[in-house]
């Protein structure tokens, strides 16, 4: 990228408050700044090299015993349970959060009248399962629109949730982001866990755009079902995501299908009725075809890396990318471009309907990768991006609203 003669390389790794990592971590163009992570994270080396070595590997997939199979699975589980609360047999591997999502709609009981809650805008795999169950059952959906002041600024978006829950009747489930992957509002879900356990509600956690950069906390958040992907914040494999089931639904939840390596002893094909126990604790929610060893190499190196990395160390780093993104605009005179509310380690702007496409536009032309949309603009650094590179892009934006 060539943002200005007077902006140094992005790649050379700085700390300034943002956390010194490994800059060749990464496998980029050397001409992009890529802010882009809330749609996939950037490529690792070492997922980059595991990937090639799995790939080499399939031509003689016979050489890979059973018992290494699973093993490379559990691997992967033990390393997403690391994110979360440390315990791999509350996790379960799924094609997406999709797939995860809507095995909760199917299980937490929802009849005629009961309420569902959800954000406005939320993203349709937390939408959608909702929307077939409340139809299925005459249940109700509850969208919280944003407030917005009297100005037309954007308000936030946990206050908005909290009066919802207080004067909604009938409400068994709340299904949340922690993150709005719009723009990077934060939710404080400690604030909205108590009040959704108070109104004797399910809650139900997409953390898609928090996983691997915000710490977690389920043990006070007590949700019933957490889902994740595993391409974006976590820098695994497309196709391989994350289900986390509390203790209740790990005795009697039922999965979306029924998949032999989600069964105790099921490699004996021609056992009789009944059917084999279902395996250990979120393992019954164990989809079939996603232990792929492709999948699981790229996401076991992704886990060693952040766990290498040590994940508070990955935290306090994406976090000060987004405060440093958020310092820089504003520096640039771009404050009021910026999203509202409780920040996180992503930014969102609303430029000015008339600088909207001469924004993209300059992005575009300088390699600076990030989402444009509905007249948005969505900056997703990960570790890769150095302070100098996040203030050139926003003395780039600025010289577009001159």
Not at 114 to 125: T, W
Not at 217 to 225: E, I, K, N
Not at 297 to 315: P, Q, T
Not at 326 to 335: K, T, V
């Amino acid at each position: 990228m060539h943002i200005d003669d007077r902006d140094p390389p992005a790649r050379t790794p700085v700390d300034g408050g943002f956390g010194t990592f490994d800059g060749d971590g990464f496998v980029l163009p050397p001409d992009v700044v890529y802010l882009n992570a809330a749609s996939h994270g950037p490529r690792l080396r070492c997922v980059q090299q595991a990937a090639e070595a799995a790939l080499a590997a399939g031509v003689a997939p016979w050489r890979v015993g059973m018992e290494a199979w699973v093993e490379s699975i559990e691997a992967v589980r033990r390393g997403a349970a690391n994110c979360l609360d440390g315990d791999a047999d509350g996790v379960a591997l799924v094609p997406s959060a999709g797939h995860g999502l809507s095995l909760a709609a199917r299980n937490l009981p929802l009849a005629a009248g009961d309420g569902v809650l959800v954000l406005g805008g939320q993203f349709p795999s937390n939408l959608l399962p909702w929307q077939q169950r409340c139809a299925e059952v005459d249940a109700r959906l509850h969208a919280v629109a944003r407030p917005v002041d009297a100005t037309g600024r954007p308000g936030d978006w946990s206050a908005a949730v909290l009066d919802a829950i207080a004067r909604l009747p009938s409400l068994r489930v709340v299904a949340l982001p922690h993150v709005h992957w719009h723009d990077g509002s934060r939710l404080d879900l400690d604030r909205i866990a108590a009040a959704t356990h108070s109104a004797g509600a399910a809650l139900v956690l997409d953390l898609s755009q928090s996983l691997g950069a915000l710490p977690v906390d389920l043990a006070r958040w007590r949700p019933d079902f957490v889902v994740s992907v595993g391409h974006k914040w976590l820098l695994g494999a497309y196709g391989l995501a994350y289900l986390w089931a509390s203790d209740a639904w790990r005795e009697r939840g039922m999965p979306l299908e029924q998949s032999w390596i989600a069964r105790e002893g099921a490699t004996v094909f021609d056992s009789p009725m009944p059917p084999p126990a279902f395996a250990r604790g979120a393992r019954r929610f164990d989809a079939g075809g996603v232990a792929d060893p492709l999948r699981l190499a790229m996401s076991a190196a992704a886990f060693a890396r952040l766990h290498g990395w040590g994940l508070a160390r990955v935290h306090a780093g994406l976090q000060a990318r987004g405060r440093g993104l958020r310092d820089a605009l504003r520096a640039q005179g771009l404050g009021g471009w910026l999203a509202e509310g409780p920040g996180s380690h992503f930014v969102g702007l609303r430029p000015p309907p008339d600088r909207f496409a001469r924004a993209t536009a300059a992005l575009d032309g300088a390699g600076v990768v990030h989402t444009a949309r509905a007249g948005g603009l969505r900056l997703a650094p990960h570790l890769d991006v150095d302070e100098a590179a996040l203030a050139g892009v926003a003395a780039l934006l600025a010289r577009t609203a001159g």
